[in-house]
């Protein structure tokens, strides 16, 4: 359902992706891993076409972006639900407030209707009793679910996670990985997932890749991961104390 042709982004004096050919099928937890810089969130922001390529092509469902009308984009796009680092919560509207937001913009829904399916979802994420709070009022945990809430709450087919983990202690780390993994099962969702964390994409995966200087160096499940013999993936897995058998080995002990 969405495919990378040898796409190619150069950025500054920088080749950020050079030649890049990938796909994600449908229900698929696809994770991209890699170091700083190695072009994950730019990969991510192509498949929205916040960003063009400059050679190469990206298809989503069989359609090529770059030949979409302005209609036809806005028509692709709404497949995508995006939870990016960036796309805090509006700090003076109730969280219910928030979420609501896309119905608001995009639809005609009578209010009645949109807080019964903001409900629904903040139930899903176990936020039933956050609705009437302010962001500042809840944990960065909530506040992530909440992001969540809103990213689904157009019910997507895909949605896009940058650095879902980042900021939040390891407990609270694995409930997202949970609702993630959830996604998939209750709703069907395709999730592409960019995270610095290798425990949460081992644990969530269905594929994981990594990029390096702008190539891919390894794409496979994650007990292909594992033991891939790619010597960047390799030290990738020992920075993160992975052993060839995915066992944590921190402080010496596996
Ligand atoms: N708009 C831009 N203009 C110029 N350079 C950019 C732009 N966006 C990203 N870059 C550069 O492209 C490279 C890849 O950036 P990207 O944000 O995709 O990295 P990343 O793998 O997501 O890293 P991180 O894990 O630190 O978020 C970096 O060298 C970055 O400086």
Redesign the pocket.
């Known amino acids: 359902m969405i495919r990378f042709e040898q796409v190619t982004k150069v ?2 004096k ?1 080749t ?1 992706l050079d030649g890049i050919d990938f796909q994600v099928g449908e229900g698929e937890t696809f994770v991209i891993v ?1 170091l ?7 990969t991510l922001k192509h498949m929205i076409q916040l960003m063009r390529p400059d050679s190469g092509r990206i298809l989503i469902d069989g359609e090529e972006l770059g030949n979409l009308s302005r209609s036809g984009l806005q028509r692709v796009r709404a497949k995508f639900g995006v939870l990016f680092q960036g796309a805090a919560l509006l700090q003076w509207m109730s969280v219910r407030d928030n979420v609501a937001l896309p119905l608001r913009e995009h639809t005609k829904l009578p209010d009645e209707e949109i807080i019964r399916r903001v409900d629904e979802k903040l139930a899903m994420l176990n936020l039933d009793d956050a609705g009437d709070k302010f962001p500042s009022d809840i944990s960065g945990g909530m506040q992530k679910r909440a992001g969540l809430a809103r990213a689904i709450i157009m019910n997507p087919q895909i949605v896009l996670y940058d650095e879902p983990t980042s900021g939040l202690d390891p407990v609270t780390s694995r409930r997202i990985d949970d609702l993630i993994v959830n996604m998939r099962e209750q709703l069907g969702i395709t999730s592409v997932v ?1 995270t ?1 964390d290798l425990h949460s994409a081992l644990a969530i995966g269905s594929r994981i890749m990594m ?1 390096h200087e702008g190539r891919i160096v390894e794409n496979a499940t994650p007990e292909g991961f594992i033991r891939s013999k790619d010597p960047t993936v390799q030290s990738f897995l020992e920075s993160q104390y992975i052993t060839k058998k995915g066992k944590w080995e921190g402080m010496g002990h596996e």
């Open positions: 950025l500054g920088k950020v890699g700083s810089g190695a072009g994950k969130s730019v960019v610095h990029l």
